[in-house]
C-alpha cells in the first residue's frame, strides 16, 4: 500500500469554492473634440460680465473694454479674468491675464486653449 503524502491528499480533495477579485482597472476616457464653439465662448463670456455686480448688464458687448465700457476697475477686471478661469476650468498665467481688457479678448484667449471645458 502506497504511503499518501500531503500532496496526494490534496489532490485528492474536492476542490473549494474560491471567490475572486478581479483586479480594478481604471481608464480615463476623453472625447473626440475637446474644443468649444467660439459662440458658446461668446455667450459664456458675457454671461459671465452681465452677472458682475458692478456692470450695467444693457452695457455689455464682445467690444466691451473692462474699464472704458464697463467701469471696472484693475481690481474688477482680476476677478472677471477669475470668474473666466472658474467658468472654463483654466488657470490664466498672470501675464496673460494682464493683457485680457475686453470680453473679445478673453474669447480669443479660451479659444486658443485647448484645456478648456
Not at 8 to 31: C, D, E
Not at 44 to 52: A, M
Not at 59 to 83: P, R
Request: no cysteine; hydrophobic share 40%.
Amino acid at each position: 500500500m502506497a504511503r499518501l503524502t500531503a500532496s496526494r491528499v490534496a489532490a485528492h480533495q474536492p476542490p473549494r469554492s474560491v471567490a475572486r477579485i478581479a483586479p480594478a482597472i481604471f481608464t480615463r476616457l476623453y472625447s473626440a473634440s475637446t474644443s468649444l464653439s467660439r459662440s458658446d465662448i461668446e455667450s459664456r463670456v458675457l454671461d459671465i460680465l452681465k452677472g458682475f455686480d458692478k456692470v450695467d448688464p444693457a452695457k455689455v458687448s464682445l467690444n466691451a473694454h473692462f474699464s472704458n465700457d464697463l467701469g471696472l476697475d484693475s481690481l474688477d477686471t482680476v476677478e472677471v479674468v477669475m470668474a473666466i478661469e472658474e467658468e472654463f476650468s483654466v488657470e490664466i498665467p498672470d501675464k496673460d491675464a494682464d493683457e485680457i481688457k475686453s470680453a473679445v479678448q478673453a474669447v480669443e484667449y479660451i479659444s486658443k486653449r485647448e484645456d478648456a471645458h
